[in-house]
């Protein structure tokens, strides 16, 4: 792995996001075969909130110890750990914690985890410590995403995928891995142990009536009326396909996937995409070829802090399926908020 960024801009940089999102992925997962079993009732989210809990506080730590002069906005803050209704919780965080920083205590994990509550600055970086709650919690897709920014740009993206394959296909229990993209350079898939699997590249398909869209699984996360109108404006033949988190921007990369559409859900209509749920995934998509905007095809501004306030929801696709999509967008009305909103 480190012959692959050696000598490289942001190399190093690229290496630690590698390293760190399989560190924290493969925790994860630990907790998820630990905690999650088949009596888990749905409205018990305590094992998606340990380990958002302690991927932040791994990462974070490890941040503050390489790159202590750039801030961190992550997804997770500490208050609620610190309060007696989250005692038992702070505990089981420590704990998995502590199988990588050993000695950790609970203090120390709070202190790790509030580093993420830092600011936008020429330089910092953003982490989503579990990209796909939904999806963890079924033992299905999820992601740790980390990126870094430097002059509004970003530099460095790195997925941890641990239920997909090496050959970028879903695989639950299978292998993982992680796709690294540097901003100029390419992006490429690697093993979860670091061994690189091939430089990534969009689908060469230009035909709307071939393009196969991922959209999220659960339809609460979009406009489900819409997509289903712009699919059939599309004319595609084939299905949506059904995945949470960003592991579908690794798909995109891959070639196995041709349009992602994040649009603005009627439940929540003023709705402001978070920047670390998109700016890994974004120059994962961008480094393979693609293409990503706004709904309306404006550039995502990563600058307004932890949201994408200037922007209207995201439209990812393999560059050539880009502009078709963004005139079906304009025609029925999803490029628009409500007004009030």
């Given at each position: ?24 992925a ?13 009596a ?11 380990a ?16 202590s ?9 500490s ?5 007696a ?36 600055a ?8 579990i ?7 079924r ?5 740790t ?30 292998e ?7 901003r ?19 689908s ?78 974004s120059?994962?998509?961008e ?5 990503v ?10 600058t ?22 963004l ?6 009305g ?8």
């Open positions: 792995m480190q012959d692959l960024f050696a000598g490289k801009p942001y190399g190093k940089e690229a290496l630690f996001a590698t390293r760190m999102v399989s560190m924290a493969n925790l994860c997962r630990e907790i998820q075969s630990e905690m999650v079993t088949q888990l009732e749905k409205s018990d989210r305590s094992p998606v909130t340990v958002d809990f302690a991927s932040q506080a791994v990462v974070a730590r490890l941040l503050m110890d390489t790159y002069q750039d801030p961190l906005i992550a997804e997770e803050a208050q609620t750990l610190r309060v209704e989250g005692e038992k919780t702070l505990k089981a965080v420590t704990a998995y914690v502590a199988r990588i920083h050993e000695g950790a205590e609970p203090e120390d994990v709070c202190q790790w985890i509030d580093h993420g509550n830092g600011k936008t020429d330089r910092f970086w953003t982490l989503d410590p990209d796909g709650t939904k999806g963890f919690l033992g299905d897709q999820y992601v995403a980390l990126a870094l920014l430097e002059a509004g740009q970003i530099a460095v993206g790195a997925l941890g995928c641990p239920n997909l394959n090496h050959q970028l296909e879903p695989e639950i229990g299978g993982g891995v992680v796709v690294i993209a540097i100029g350079q390419g992006c490429w898939a690697l093993s979860m142990e670091g061994k690189p699997l091939g430089k990534l590249s969009v060469m398909i230009s035909d709307p009536g071939q393009a196969r869209v991922l959209r999220s699984f659960e339809s609460g996360h979009t406009d489900s009326g819409k997509l289903e109108e712009i699919t059939e404006h599309l004319g595609t033949a084939h299905a949506p396909v059904l995945m949470d988190s960003q592991a579908k921007y690794a798909l995109m990369a891959a070639g196995k996937g041709d349009l992602l559409f994040r649009l603005l859900s009627p439940a929540q209509p003023g709705y402001v995409e978070k920047i670390w749920d998109q700016a890994a995934g120059i994962v998509v480094e393979a070829g693609g293409k905007t706004d709904l309306r095809g404006n550039t995502l501004d990563f307004r802090g932890r949201g994408l306030t200037e922007n209207i929801g995201v439209l990812a696709s393999n560059g050539r399926l880009h502009d078709d999509a005139e079906i967008v304009r025609s029925i999803a490029d628009r908020r409500q007004e009030g909103v």
